[in-house]
């Protein structure tokens, strides 16, 4: 039942992929400038770390094509959306504002996810259905799985979509939540990020078989490895996911093949646990120039268009930036606000 898709976007590049996959020049613009956003405001965040601004940054970077591949599959009116940290991509495409991610990073009181409360990426947004995020990791499995349960009980129609990284796969919860997802035949979809390091540790010591996709045979489902650094084929794969569940079809693992570029977090030190040289090598396979020359190719877009991108979106972080530096902390009187039922 396992499929396994690879697909190389360079070896691709020249046909129109994206037409085939029934997305205009537009969207694939649009794919585009929001995995720029998420990599440009990604790096102003360390820029805020590194000037003892913002006490932590846990990084998107390399991870861009498979989150706004992935996000602009669903129905943003309807699907439901559980997160992890790395997903700013995601959650930008899905109606996340730069502001909105600079006043979490900097723990301001107006920062809509948590009041300043929560670590910065730790995502939350009722009025566009992404559900809060623990640090936890793996927690947001089987919780997905049970809002897809209640989507199928209400028959509202809607799917869930659920975010990790491959160190999660190796917890309790993911396999309680497929199992229960694929017995159950709920409307969800599971998309792994492997960025093949769960902080030090690496894949090969995380998960015993070739491919996590390999493990969606042990439930019964599909799984389907992609190119992770490839936003159209982490489309196909999750657009098809998608239009399975809502089929009533069940649920479906995703598998996205990337790496993340930078260390784990602000805290951390990559340089101990894994060769320069591989990082140089991701490097190439980067996300961005790839998609970047595949517009080109396309036609679509060209240096100045570019640079004119690029403009524009400095001007939208620099204003996230500046509009957090002066909000408002939180005030001390309200510290236990939000935090207790209440
Ligand atoms: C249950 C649990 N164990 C350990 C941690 C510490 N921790 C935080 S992030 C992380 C790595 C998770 O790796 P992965 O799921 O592959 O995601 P990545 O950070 O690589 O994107 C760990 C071990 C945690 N938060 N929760």
Redesign the pocket.
């Known amino acids: 039942m396992a499929t396994g898709h690879r697909t190389d976007l360079l070896e691709r590049q020249g046909h129109d992929r994206h037409g085939k996959l029934g997305l205009t020049d537009e969207d694939v613009l649009q794919i585009y400038e929001a995995m720029l956003l998420a990599r440009r405001l990604d790096e102003r965040m360390w820029i805020l770390n590194r000037g003892g601004q913002a006490s932590f940054v846990i990084s998107c970077q390399g991870q861009e094509a498979a989150q706004v591949g992935a996000a602009w599959a669903l129905d943003r009116e309807r699907d439901w959306v559980y997160p992890?940290y790395?997903d700013v991509g995601l959650v930008l495409v899905l109606g996340v504002t730069p502001r909105e991610l600079m006043l979490a990073l900097l723990g301001k009181a107006e920062d809509p996810a948590s009041g300043g409360r929560q670590m910065p990426n730790h995502f939350s947004s009722p009025e566009r259905r992404i559900a809060p995020q623990s640090?936890?990791?793996?927690t947001q499995i089987p919780q997905a799985a049970g809002t897809a349960l209640a989507s199928k009980i209400r028959g509202d129609g809607a799917v869930t979509l659920v975010t990790?990284?491959?160190?999660?796969t190796a917890?309790g919860d993911f396999h309680e939540g497929l199992n229960f997802a694929a017995i159950h035949k709920v409307p969800a979809v599971f998309l792994c990020?492997n960025?093949r390091?769960?902080?030090s540790v690496p894949v090969e010591k995380?998960v015993s078989v070739p491919d996590v996709a390999d493990r969606a045979l042990a439930y019964g489902i599909p799984g389907v490895a992609v190119d992770g650094n490839d936003p159209l084929e982490v489309y196909r794969a999750t657009r098809e996911a998608v239009e399975r569940a809502r089929a009533g079809e069940g649920p479906t693992l995703i598998e996205a093949k990337t790496y993340?570029l930078l260390a784990?977090s602000s805290d951390d030190d990559d340089s101990g646990y894994r060769p320069r040289e591989e990082v140089e090598a991701w490097k190439k396979k980067d996300p961005i120039p790839r998609f970047a020359a595949y517009l080109k190719e396309q036609g679509l877009i060209d240096h100045g268009g570019l640079q004119a991108m690029e403009e524009r979106i400095r001007q939208i972080v620099d204003d996230a930036t500046d509009y957090a530096e002066q909000a408002p902390y939180p005030r001390a009187e309200h510290l236990l606000d939000h935090v207790y039922g209440d």
């Open positions: 992890y790395r640090s936890v990791v793996g990790f990284g491959e160190g999660a917890e990020e960025n390091y769960a902080i995380e993340r784990h």
